[in-house]
């Protein structure tokens, strides 16, 4: 079991995982318009599946929402 941060909030992961996997675990709401910040940094989408998560490792789940004019 490998402890990580998912949102700001402590999850416990089988190890190994890949991004992807993570995705599907939380049941992301329209998986394909998240973006991924893995310790800080964009994972780029062509990524996810190869990127493994590891102990300590914190990410955020981003939607980026574009806005409009009244």
Known sequence: MSK???NGKAQEV???ISITELIKLNN???PEMVSI???GQFVNRDDFD???VAE???L???YFMGG???
Do not use: H, K, W
Request: glycine share 8%; hydrophobic share 35%; net charge negative.
């Open 60 to 62: 955020d789940f981003l």
């Open 50 to 52: 190869n990127t493994q």
């Open 37 to 39: 910040q893995l310790n």
């Open 28 to 30: 992301v709401a329209q």
């Open 68 to 70: 409009g004019s009244f």
């Open 14 to 16: 089988e190890r190994p």
């Open 4 to 6: 990580i941060s998912v």
């Open 56 to 58: 300590g490792d914190e």
